[in-house]
């Protein structure tokens, strides 16, 4: 701990706005209610989010693994004992690293946010996820987004491919043309971690399997081979899968 | 003289009784037997109730009841309304005593620990004796449904032996017919609405189209068998009576929609506890008894406060000794927190790792307490070294080990890496996916007091060593009156 403070005086001032895109293990931190996810990068301490249900939008990162986090600092009082990052993507990583297993216990005046879920059994229905909106029309692109170097389809993934099954289904679809990239992340120690080859290729077919397993017809997919370059600050949202439906 | 009336008055007592239940229990194929609407049989911890919903049950020529192939077997040998339309360890080993082993349950093909034993010794049947399991014979490398090769992520070495099945140059993983012998309790046939229902067209937990159902093409739930291997009753009862049965030709089509239809009538659970008495009770909780499982709607989740997994078991907190008791384990099952940690499709699917959660995040569906998605998960009864066998270096276990290395390039297991020991691959066997290994669908917890031992491997003897198994697996710190209560709990289901 001394040496994080110590190494902590010598780095630049951290400023809202500013993007921290790292790979190290995740820190769990216990509270009274859902544990709190954080990951430690140059001697400071960051805050991913919280234990949700499946539904949600942050999905946590997993101890015997390594996580790149990408995220921009953000407004606001620390969370957990971390500073914020948002908008913040989370990617674990696929190796097994038993190093990260890192459990904090619960401190006194350490609480995690507010989460409709606590730890215990839910007190509310389950919503689905809403179909893509009646007022939609004409050629519409639903994006789905992956973590770094996965071609897991997730639960936020697998509403956007029926959103857009739903959509195409509804309007009569002449064609659907899915694209995959595969993408590039600038670190912010200068380092480009690139996605494996092929990886564009897979997440197109798996998606058009998904979508014609949907009562889609017209589903064609293609793929970007090289990888998309990384900026350190948008890089999340190229790696993804484009569905474009066609009137 | 009274010595001498003791000494054998005992032992025929004994064995009379033993007849008796013999004759009341255990349903012989191709006998003839009116199985009444309602009926109740006798364990150690109760009463089991069976409901027989359409009325009662004519066996005569039913094809659930008679024999379909050539081993003399019909479905009913595995699946016995008195064990939960399953089999207990205990009724097999008396079948076992009763028949002097030829009983057609203790079939060469998979009613031995391998079909070129000799089929006449005990121990050649030492699994099933002993522990409830069934050979499950697995074509490797698996095929896909139309019968087209499949990837496979991974290749599979046998470390250890101890049936000889997988090694065996006839039967086992270098023979003629590659094949991979694991060894499996049969799941109960009761309560099926509910073990169907739920289906999604994509799995949550994998992200990958759902199995089809062939009949309809619809996708189905993907949590009939322990490995998911079969999507709807009717390929599972096909495949039963080709397979276990050892049928040369097919049921007819009316066979099987009447083994079907008789499949999805029987209502099963628990009806009475020993020292709590009847369970159902309009003022007792909702959920216990074969009829509620009859009445229920099926798809619902139950993982929530206000209409949990098993019903609310408030009326009989404070009640006497045995229904306080079981109130107390309905309470932490639902609301008892712990770390769930490195469970592949659990933790893995994004929830976390770990995640602090209760019984009732994964036994989640209402009436079950199955996973209402397709519920394979690697909880780690299987896969060293979470396992419930002892050492590889250890001769005495039954069960075989498996060394599973994963490809380079396929995602490895998400909390063992990329090299497993196992004794049961589990979905992987059929999937060929290496995140999938030592993953096994969850099964109902009804009738569990009918049906011992526990867990697909049948490693756990009793219910306390289930829940034994999961307060070491998840560090749970039960407390003695903890792990008191959540047995009588897990009685009463």
């Known amino acids: 701990m001394r040496i994080a403070c110590f190494l902590w005086l010598l780095a630049a001032p951290i400023t809202v706005g500013q993007q921290r895109s790292f790979v190290a293990c995740p820190i769990v931190r216990d509270t009274k209610t859902v544990p709190c996810f954080l990951a430690e990068y140059q001697g400071e301490l960051y805050y991913l989010g919280i234990q949700q249900d499946i539904t949600a939008a942050f999905h946590p990162p997993q101890l015997k693994h390594e996580v790149l986090v990408e995220g921009r600092v953000s407004e606001g009082p620390r969370v957990c004992g971390g500073i914020p990052l948002t908008p913040l993507s989370i990617s674990v990583v696929k190796e097994i690293n038993p190093a990260c297993n890192t459990i904090l216990p619960a401190e006194p005046g350490i609480d995690a946010p507010q989460a409709p879920r606590g730890a215990g059994p839910a007190s509310y229905r389950l919503a689905e996820p809403p179909p893509a909106p009646d007022s939609l029309t004409g050629p519409q692109e639903f994006t789905v987004l992956y973590a770094f170097n996965d071609d897991f389809v997730d639960f936020a993934a697998i509403a956007t491919v029926r959103r857009a099954a739903g959509y195409a289904v509804k309007i009569g679809a002449s064609a659907v043309k899915v694209t995959g990239y595969r993408a590039t992340t600038l670190l912010s120690n200068g380092e480009h971690l690139v996605e494996k080859a092929g990886l564009a290729e897979k997440r197109a077919q798996d998606i058009a399997t998904l979508l014609r397993g949907s009562s889609v017809t017209g589903v064609s997919a293609d793929w970007r081979k090289d990888p998309e370059p990384g900026d350190g600050k948008t890089d999340p949202t190229r790696r993804r899968v484009a569905i474009t439906v066609i009137p | 003289m009274h010595r001498f009336f003791l000494v054998f008055a005992i032992p025929l007592t004994l064995a009379a009784q033993y007849q ?77 005593l009763a028949t002097d082993g030829k009983d057609p349950v203790f079939a060469a093909f998979d009613g031995s620990n391998c079909p070129d034993l000799p089929q006449d010794k005990e121990k050649s049947h030492s699994l099933l004796l002993n522990r409830g399991l069934f050979r499950i014979p697995l074509t490797w490398p698996p095929r896909n449904a139309d019968g087209s090769s499949k990837a496979v992520e991974f290749s599979i070495e ?324 903890e792990k008191y209560d959540l047995v009588n709990f897990l009685g009463v289901l």
Request: glycine share 8%; net charge neutral.
């Open chain 2, 20 to 96: 008796n239940n013999l004759r009341v229990t255990w349903i012989e194929p191709g006998g003839k037997e009116i199985l009444p609407a309602i009926d109740q049989f006798e364990n150690s911890l109760g009463k089991l109730g069976v409901i027989q919903a359409s009325g009662p049950v004519d066996t005569t020529g039913h094809p659930f009841f008679t024999p379909l192939g050539t081993n003399g077997r019909a479905c009913v040998n595995c699946h016995q309304p008195a064990y939960g339309m399953s089999v207990s360890a205990a009724s097999l080993r008396e079948r076992w």
């Open chain 2, 158 to 481: 046998v470390v250890r032996d101890p049936t000889g099945c997988n090694s065996s140059p006839v039967y086992g993983l270098k023979s003629p017919k590659p094949t991979v012998s694991v060894y499996r309790r049969p799941r109960p046939a009761a309560n099926l609405k509910y073990v169907i229902s739920g289906a999604q067209n994509i799995v949550l937990k994998t992200g990958m189209l759902a199995d089809r159902d062939p009949e309809n093409g619809r996708p189905v739930a993907m949590n009939l068998m322990s490995d998911a291997r079969e999507p709807s009753l009717m390929t599972q009862a096909m495949s039963a009576i080709m397979g276990h049965e050892e049928a040369r030709e097919a049921p007819s089509r009316k066979q099987l929609e009447t083994i079907v239809a008789f499949e999805q009538q029987v209502y099963m659970a628990q009806v009475e506890h020993t020292y709590a008495g009847p369970l159902v009770d309009p003022s007792g909780p909702s959920g216990l008894g074969a009829a509620a499982l009859r009445d229920r709607p099926p798809g619902v989740l139950g993982d929530n406060d206000f209409d949990p997994v098993f019903g609310l078991f408030d009326r009989w907190k404070g009640k006497d000794h045995y229904p306080a008791s079981i109130a107390r384990g309905a309470n932490i099952f639902l609301f008892r927190q712990f770390w769930l940690r490195d469970a592949a499709h659990i933790n893995s699917i994004g929830l976390g790792n770990p995640l602090k959660r209760t019984c009732a995040t994964c036994h989640n569906a209402q009436m079950t307490g199955q996973d209402l998605s397709a519920g394979w998960v690697d909880v780690g009864t299987t896969n060293y070294p979470t396992w419930t066998e002892p050492g590889t270096w250890v001769e005495s276990s039954d069960l075989p080990v498996f060394k599973i290395t994963c490809n380079p390039e396929a995602d490895p297991h998400p909390y063992l890496g990329r090299v497993i020991y196992s004794t049961d691959p589990g979905r992987a066997l059929i999937s060929g996916r290496c995140v999938d290994v030592g993953s096994i669908v969850m099964q109902q917890f009804r009738g569990l007091a009918a049906r011992a031992p526990y867990f697909s491997n049948g490693s756990a003897e009793n219910l306390r060593e289930v829940v034994d198994f999961y307060d070491r697996r998840f560090d749970m710190k039960l407390s003695e009156a």
